[in-house]
């Protein structure tokens, strides 16, 4: 069985706490601590860039994993990447030369991932699959946190868990979006293997409790 990785998000976290948090999920047993970086155009909400990444990273030996919803990406990488970050993952909807963009992440020994919104087809992951180290699944529409699981994101899970096997690489399958204890069992047994959850684990009075949760142990 692949071992599952535990990346709470802290979209929803008031900057005021941001450090005792961090330190609570580094204590709870988290694996990566997830940003969404937002930019007000590819999405509507603003969020942080790379100096959030830096002082992030000053406070935690987790690993950080950033997830780039912004136009123009290409322009966000280097600074995101000389933090050193340990994920960047891009959409495949807004940039028309991904394979581009994941040579470029991939250049600075970093993982690269790419993200598929809740229309887009899953397969458009196969012909980039020698460049990816990390695919995640959007189970809500991108932009902001505390919305519904969307149900058929579960067939989607499985097609790409599929695709991935099929092509012998090591390549994490992440799901982002309404995940909590209720749905996450099934999330894992289609095949995701990297689970990011925001608000069910830092609304949380518990947070290691709530990653146990989540991880299923």
Known sequence: ????????????????????????????????????????????????????????????????????????????????????VDIISVHIENNYHVHKLLQKIKQYGIKAGIVLNPHSPVVHIKDILDMLDYVLIMSVNPGAGGQSFIENSLKKIADARDIIDRSGRDILLAVDGGVNSSNVMGIKESGANYIIAGTAILDNDNISEAIKNIRGC
Not at 48 to 76: C, P, Q, W, Y
């Open 1 to 84: 069985m692949k071992k599952i990785y535990i990346a709470p998000s802290i979209l929803s976290c008031p900057f005021y706490r941001l450090e005792s948090t961090i330190k609570d999920l580094e204590n709870g047993g988290a694996d990566y601590i997830h940003l969404d970086v937002m930019d007000g155009s590819f999405v509507d909400n603003i969020t942080f860039g790379s100096k959030m990444a830096s002082d992030i990273k000053n406070i935690t030996n987790l690993k950080l994993d950033v997830h780039l919803m912004t136009e123009n990406t290409e322009r966000h990488i280097d600074a995101f990447a000389q933090v050193g």
